[in-house]
């Protein structure tokens, strides 16, 4: 069971590129989210959703864009990078079942130069 | 709207001591609780959560932490620290879904010999 999984690891890009953050969970769950970790800010939500077809904005959604097409996978896409979207990013994902908790991928790396 | 207070940014404790981390967080209604840890270039693990019942909780690797609503408290102890707690933990509170957390900055704990 590898649980949440993220690709890639690490990523440079450069100022006004595109690229997409996969996320991939293999435990059915509905709920998926994207968190971006800063220093000495904490993790804040980006967009999250609960099920297929459904997203939302979280607290930080200006620059990224994000699709449900499936239970699995919820890729986070960032249209024109700025370095301000440099950071670690990290998906979650997490049962509407009361009583669980989310579960994390292990983060991707983000330099923009 | 919500929000976690994590008041120590970082903290050193002696191995063996006792630890305390503290939380203090902002929420309407009943709110579900979450301590996570963050090994460096690691994703978050679970420590413990606390729903509802009783307000002491025990969780992995020692942890434990009690709830006190009339603080709006939620402070994670360990009685015996080791070195390999060394790490940054994060305390969150979440709404019914669990698909938005709300995450404390973090409080890096370093451990001494």
């Known amino acids: 069971n590898a649980g949440v999984t993220q690709t890639p690891k690490f990523q440079v890009l450069k100022t006004g590129q595109s690229m997409t953050l996969q996320c991939a969970q293999d435990?059915?769950?509905?709920?998926m989210s994207w968190y971006r970790q800063d220093p000495g800010m904490g993790l804040r939500l980006i967009h999250y959703s609960v099920g297929a077809g459904i997203t939302d904005q979280g607290e930080v959604p200006n620059g990224y864009n994000v699709s449900r097409s499936t239970t699995e996978d919820f890729p986070l896409r960032l249209l024109s990078a700025a370095p301000s979207q440099t950071s670690v990013y990290f998906c979650?994902?997490?049962?509407?079942?009361?009583?669980?908790?989310?579960?994390f991928g292990q983060g991707t790396r983000l330099t923009v130069v | 709207a919500q929000s976690v207070t994590q008041p120590d940014i970082h903290i050193t404790v002696s191995e063996g001591a006792s630890l305390e981390l503290r939380c203090n967080y902002s929420?309407?209604?009943?709110?579900?609780l979450f301590w996570y840890v963050q090994s460096p270039g690691q994703g978050l693990q679970l420590l413990l959560k606390y729903f509802s019942g009783d307000t002491l909780v025990q969780g992995i690797k020692g942890f434990e932490a009690e709830f006190k609503r009339s603080q709006s408290s939620f402070n994670l102890r360990k009685p015996s620290v080791h070195w390999s707690d060394a790490a940054e933990y994060f305390c969150a509170v979440g709404d019914t879904g669990f698909q938005k957390l709300v995450f404390g900055t973090g409080t890096r704990l370093l451990v001494s010999p």
């Open positions: 929420y309407g209604a009943t709110p579900y």
């Open positions: 979650a994902s997490s049962s509407q079942q009361g009583g669980t908790e989310a579960f």
């Open positions: 435990m059915n769950h509905e709920y």
